[in-house]
């Protein structure tokens, strides 16, 4: 199956620092979704994006999907951004499209 | 907004119980997913669904079993509880080849 790697595996940041998270997977894929995992467990979906870049806000995400890898940017952390940052791929194995995730991002943000 | 609901939030639970999670959505996607996580780890697909009537194991081996009579509902049941069970459990749904949203989360606790 399509492999996902993220790095760094985690990061720790002074509030007010920018950062750079990467998504590297082994395969072409149809679609990629970056989300955020709070203290809480629940995940919330940041971007969804098969190629090209968006922002929202003081978070931006750039898909190069020909050389197969995502980077998520975070600018002025804030200490609402310490958790886990994690990658999905869809990947069209048989026509599934099933939603791999790789290993995650720990961020903590001191204040 | 999403709407996807997992019910209960936390549940603690004595060894050989059977149990049964609840998902559900309201936007009529046909995909439906459980994944679990252990603290701060990557999550693993234990069951999904193309849609009614249809379930398939993920790549994670679990004792645990699911059905999917109506579109709006995937819950998952446990016939009998271990420890080794422990872990959060996270529902997710999404159209064919489009984004994932995913549900609070149930995190069990069998003692």
């Known amino acids: 199956g399509i492999q996902v790697e993220q790095s760094p595996p985690d990061l720790i940041l002074q509030e007010g620092a920018n950062s750079t998270l990467r998504c ?4 072409s894929v149809n679609n990629l979704q970056w ?5 809480w467990g629940q995940l919330i979906n940041l971007f969804y994006i098969p190629s090209g ?17 995502s980077l998520l940017y975070i ?22 499209y ?12 001191h204040p | ?35 679990q996580q252990d603290p701060g780890m990557e999550l693993h697909l234990i069951h999904y669904s193309y849609g009614v ?24 049941t446990l016939e009998s509880a271990r420890p080794s069970h422990t872990s959060q459990y996270l529902c997710a749904s999404s159209e064919l080849g489009r984004q994932a949203f ?8 069998v003692v």
Not at chain 2, 7 to 26: A, D, H, M, N
């Open chain 1, 35 to 39: 989300f955020h995992q709070n203290p």
């Open chain 2, 1 to 35: 907004e999403a709407d996807i609901y997992q019910t209960p939030r936390y549940l603690v639970i004595g060894t050989g119980k059977k149990i049964t999670l609840e998902c559900s959505q309201t936007m009529g996607h046909d995909k439906m997913y459980w994944y």
């Open chain 1, 75 to 96: 600018s002025s952390s804030q200490t609402t951004d310490s958790g886990v940052y994690f990658c999905a791929v869809l990947h069209a194995s048989g026509g599934s």
């Open chain 1, 53 to 69: 870049t968006k922002q929202n806000g003081r978070l931006s995400a750039t898909t190069v999907a020909t050389e197969r890898y």
């Open chain 1, 24 to 27: 590297n997977f082994s395969d």
């Open chain 2, 53 to 76: 009537n249809s379930t398939e194991k993920g790549d994670l081996s679990s004792e645990s079993t699911v059905s999917r009579i109506r579109t709006e509902h995937f819950p998952l």
């Open chain 1, 98 to 109: 099933i939603p791999t995730f790789g290993r995650g991002t720990s961020l903590i943000v």
């Open chain 2, 102 to 109: 995913f549900g609070q989360g149930t995190r069990l606790t």
